[in-house]
């Protein structure tokens, strides 16, 4: 069974840094894709980052230039740099990868019902 593991949030103030982590385990293959999506309180899920198994990435508009999505060799680590923290990044950070029952060609991997296996989250706080 795929699990899906995220660490790394926590709460620093505005301008601040975090880095979060997911960890996969349960198999030996790549995903086809995986990405960051967070979730405020009230608010919709929303996709944040993605990265498929060549190493094409996307971003959401609102963190270009502040986040960056990477996965180590073995593609069974993914990580969320984040820099130039702002208050409206507050929100629980889920990982998600998907092996491509879900798959649709030509998508920027940034929906949620494009990924089978989610991890719990990882809330990430930040103050102004």
């Known amino acids: 069974q795929v699990q899906l593991v995220e660490s790394g949030g926590g709460s620093v103030q505005a301008g601040g840094s975090l880095r979060l982590s997911c960890a996969v385990s349960?198999?030996?293959?790549?995903?086809?894709?995986m990405g960051w999506f967070r979730q405020a309180p009230g608010k919709v899920r929303e996709g944040v980052a993605s990265?498929?198994?060549?190493?094409?990435?996307r971003y959401a508009d609102s963190v270009k230039g502040r986040f960056t999505i990477s996965q180590d060799n073995t593609k069974m680590f993914l990580y969320l740099q984040m820099n130039s923290l702002k208050p409206e990044d507050t929100a629980m950070y889920y990982c998600?990868?998907?092996?491509?029952?879900?798959?649709?060609?030509?998508?920027?991997?940034?929906?949620?019902?494009?990924?089978?296996?989610w991890g719990q989250g990882t809330q990430v706080t930040v103050s102004s």
């Open positions: 998600a990868a998907d092996w491509g029952r879900r798959f649709r060609s030509g998508t920027t991997k940034l929906s949620a019902d494009e990924y089978e296996y």
């Open positions: 349960g198999t030996t293959y790549a995903s086809y894709y």
């Open positions: 990265i498929e198994r060549a190493g094409s990435t």
